[in-house]
C-alpha cells in the first residue's frame, strides 16, 4: 500500500513541479539591482547556494558574473566573494563530473580562505575536496578532508554546513558499505538540521537513509524516508536531489521484483539527469537499468545498458584526469611549501634588519650619550665660569656698596647726591630711626611698618644693602648719634644713652666700646674728628 502511495505521488506531483517562490523572488531582485557591488553579489550567492545542483549551467555563469565582480572589490567582502565564486565554480565541474577541474576551482577557494583567515569558507573548501576524493574513491583523503570540514563547522557554530559534514561522512561509509557506521552519521545530521528546519539539507538525510536500508532489505523503512524526501525536494524543485531519489528508488523496486515500477522511476531520473547533464547520475541510471534487465533475463538489453554506463563511467574517470588532480594537489602543496619558505626567509631578513637597527640604534645612542656627557660638561664648566664672573663682580660691587654705606652708618660722609633706589631706601631708613631714635620700643617690626614693608622682605633688602640686619642697622645708627652727642659734650653719658634710646647704661657701654673701640667716656675724652650729623 505505502509503495503505492508514493507511486501516485510522484505521477501525480511531478509534471505540477513549479519554480521556487524564493528562487523567483532572487532572480527578480537581481534583475533590478543592475550595480555590481556587494549586493548583487549576496542576491547572486543566495541564487548558486539554492539551485547549483538543479541548474548546473545557468549556476556556473552566475559564478563567474560574482567571480568577475568581486575581483574588482578591493576588500575583504572581495576576497571573500573570490572564494564563493570559486566554491560554485568547483560544484559546477563536481555536478558534471570533471574532477579535474573541481579541484583546481577548491583548491583556489582553500588558498584564499587561508590567506584571509576565514573559517567558514575553509569548512567549505575542505568540504568540496572530500566530496571529489571521494568521487575519486580516496576514502582516506576524503575523510581527513570531511573531518576538518566539520571541525570548523563546530567551531564557528556554523550548524547548517555541519549537518553537511555529517552527511558527507555518512555518504563516504556507505559507499564503504559500512552501513552501521553510516547511519550513525545520517542520524546525527537529521537531527541538527531537524534543530534548525534546513528542508533542503533534511530531504537529502531522508533520501540517503532510504537507500542505506534499501542496502538493509529493510524495504518499508526505505519508502517511508523516500516518501519524505520526495516531499520536500519536489517543493523546492530541486531537480538533481529528484533526479538522485528517483535512480535509487528504481533500485528499491529492482530489489522487489517490482519491474515496472524500477523502470519507470529509472526513467524519470535518466530524463533528468541528460537536461542537467548530471554524468555521474546517468552512469548510477545506466547501471542500475542493467541489474533491472539482468533480473528480467534481457541480457542484451543489460549489456547495452553496462556500456552506456561504462561510457559515463570513462568520462568521469580517466588516468589524465586523476592525474590533473593529483598534480593539482600537489602544485596546492608545493605552493603552500614555498609560500612557508617564503615567510620564513623573509621572517629571518626582517629579524636580521630589526637586529642591525637596533645594533646601529645601541651604538648610534652611545655615541650621543658620550657627547652629550662631555657637551654638558663643557657647558657646565663655561656656565661656572662665567657664574665665577658674575659673582666676582656683583660680589665686588656689593662690597664697594656695602663699604661705602657702613662708612656712612659709622662715621664717613654721604652728602654725595643718592640717586639708585637702594640708596634712597637707606636714605629712608635712617630718617625713620632718627625720627624714633629717643623711644626706646622702637623695634624693627614698627621700622618695617613705617617704610610700608613686609618684615621679611625688609630684612632681606637691608641685609643685602648694607650687609647687616635691620635690627644691628638700628643699633648703629643709635650709636652713631650717640658719638655724635658725646664729641660735642651736649649732656652727660647717661643723658645720652636715654637721648639715643638705650635704657640700660651698661649695655650701651658695651655696644658703644664694640662699635668705637673704646668707651663713651674715653670716647669724650679723646676729643675726635667731627662726625657730622645724620641729616
Known sequence: ????????????????????????????????????????????????????????????????????????????????????????????????GDYAQASKYAYRMLEICESISYPKGLGQAYQLLGLINEEEKDFEKA??????????????????????????????YMNKSDYKQATEYFMKSLEVRLKINDQDGLSQSYSNLAVVYTNQKEYHRALDNFEKALVVQTKLNNQFRLSVTFANMGKLYT??????????????SESIAKKLNQKKVLQDVYGKLSELEKKKNRYAEALRYT?????????????????????????YETEKKDQKIILLERDKKIQLLWRNIAVASLGLLTILSVSF??????????????????????????????????????????????????????KKVIEVVENNIAEPSFSVEKMAYELGMSRTNMHRKIKAITGFPPSELIRSIRLRKAAFLLANKVDSISQ????????????????????????????????????????
Open 255 to 268: 530489489f522487489v521484483d517490482d519491474y515496472s515500477k524500477a523502470e519507470y522511476y529509472l526513467f524519470k
Open 307 to 331: 556500456e552506456q554506463a561504462t561510457i559515463y563511467k570513462d568520462s568521469l574517470y580517466t588516468e589524465e584526469k586523476a592525474k590533473q588532480i593529483a598534480e593539482i594537489e600537489t602544485r
Open 1 to 96: 500500500m505505502r509503495s503505492f502511495l508514493v507511486f501516485i505521488l510522484s505521477v501525480i506531483i511531478f509534471p505540477l513541479i513549479a519554480q521556487n517562490p524564493l528562487l523567483d523572488s532572487l532572480y527578480t531582485e537581481l534583475s533590478k539591482h543592475t550595480t555590481e557591488d556587494t549586493v548583487r553579489l549576496k542576491i547572486i550567492f543566495n541564487i548558486c547556494y539554492r539551485e547549483y545542483t538543479s541548474h548546473p549551467e545557468r549556476n556556473k555563469k552566475l559564478a563567474e558574473e560574482a567571480l568577475r565582480i568581486s575581483e574588482n572589490l578591493n576588500s575583504i567582502d572581495g576576497k571573500k566573494g573570490v572564494a564563493l565564486a570559486n566554491r560554485y565554480i568547483s560544484l559546477y565541474y563536481w555536478t558534471t
Open 496 to 535: 645720652i644713652s636715654l637721648l639715643v634710646g638705650f635704657e640700660d647704661h651698661s649695655y650701651f657701654s658695651k655696644a658703644f666700646k664694640k662699635q668705637f673701640g673704646v668707651s663713651p667716656s674715653e670716647y669724650a675724652q679723646s676729643k675726635p674728628e667731627e662726625i657730622g650729623d645724620l641729616n
Open 143 to 172: 575523510k581527513d578532508f570531511y573531518n576538518k570540514a566539520v571541525e570548523i563547522y563546530l567551531k564557528s557554530n556554523s550548524m547548517r554546513d555541519v549537518g553537511y559534514g555529517y552527511n558527507s561522512l555518512g555518504s563516504l
Open 373 to 426: 656627557y662631555f657637551l654638558q660638561r663643557y657647558r657646565n664648566s663655561k656656565n661656572r665660569e662665567i657664574l665665577n664672573l658674575k659673582i666676582d663682580f656683583l660680589t665686588t660691587q656689593h662690597n664697594e656698596l656695602s663699604l661705602k654705606y657702613k662708612y656712612a652708618i659709622t662715621g664717613g660722609s654721604i652728602e654725595t647726591s643718592i640717586e639708585s633706589m637702594d640708596e634712597r631706601l637707606l
